[in-house]
């Protein structure tokens, strides 16, 4: 019997109801269980509120963990288990919406706690490398009126950029971009997502 497909699915639009964002990672999902595959999913909505890096996180970041305190470990806690996540996972899906032209405050947090020095990424030979390799990431890209890669998207380059830097570089994007004025723009993301999950 094949093996599941292990995605992560991550989710950053602030609304729970009529997010873009939130309706393309499900159409996503619901479209490889129609194609029958077999699907471990994990979700981590970021809804949920994530805790700010701090003094004493990043104190128990910087000390190797052979000299963790049980401090250090009730507050590595949560970013361990995101950071699992991302271990585990042959795919993540991110549902992305725009707010003020670049990320949610809530994806920020996440990509701060995920983002650790000898987790999920090294220092070779004085320069980084990504530790997470050999996985897949699917961008739903939303937005109201800014587009897609243009001058004022600081979203999708940081993105791109971050997912590399942990070494995730194998990117594709759907995008909804400037849906609150373009009638085409949801209806081509909806295809665009039809055909990739033909292909996965």
């Known amino acids: 019997m094949a093996q599941p497909m292990k995605i992560l699915r991550v989710d950053s639009s602030a609304k ?3 997010s873009e ?3 393309l990672t499900d159409r996503i999902i619901d479209g490889l269980k129609k194609n029958g595959k077999s699907l471990d999913v994990t979700v981590r909505d970021l809804n949920e509120s994530l805790p700010q890096v701090n003094t004493a996180w990043i104190e128990a970041n910087n000390t190797p963990s052979d000299d963790h305190t049980d401090e250090h470990k009730k507050t590595l806690a949560l ?5 699992g996540e991302i271990e585990a996972a042959d795919t993540l899906i991110i549902g992305v919406a725009l707010y003020n032209f670049s990320i949610t405050a809530s994806l920020k947090l ?3 706690l995920v983002c650790r ?3 999920t990424f090294a220092y070779v030979d004085g320069s980084p490398k990504g530790l997470m390799t050999g996985k897949k990431a699917i961008i739903c ?3 109201g009126g800014t587009p897609f890669e243009s001058d004022i998207d600081f979203a999708s380059g940081y993105l791109r950029h971050i997912l590399g830097f942990i070494g ?3 990117v594709t994007y759907i995008t909804a971009d400037k849906h609150f004025m373009d009638d085409r723009s949801l209806i081509n993301a909806n295809a665009a997502v039809d055909t990739l999950t033909n292909q996965l």
């Open 79 to 83: 970013s361990n288990t995101l950071v």
């Open 168 to 170: 995730i570089t194998d």
């Open 21 to 23: 964002s939130r309706r």
């Open 141 to 143: 890209f939303a937005s």
């Open 16 to 18: 729970t109801e009529n």
């Open 110 to 112: 996440w990509i701060d």
């Open 117 to 119: 020095a000898r987790k």
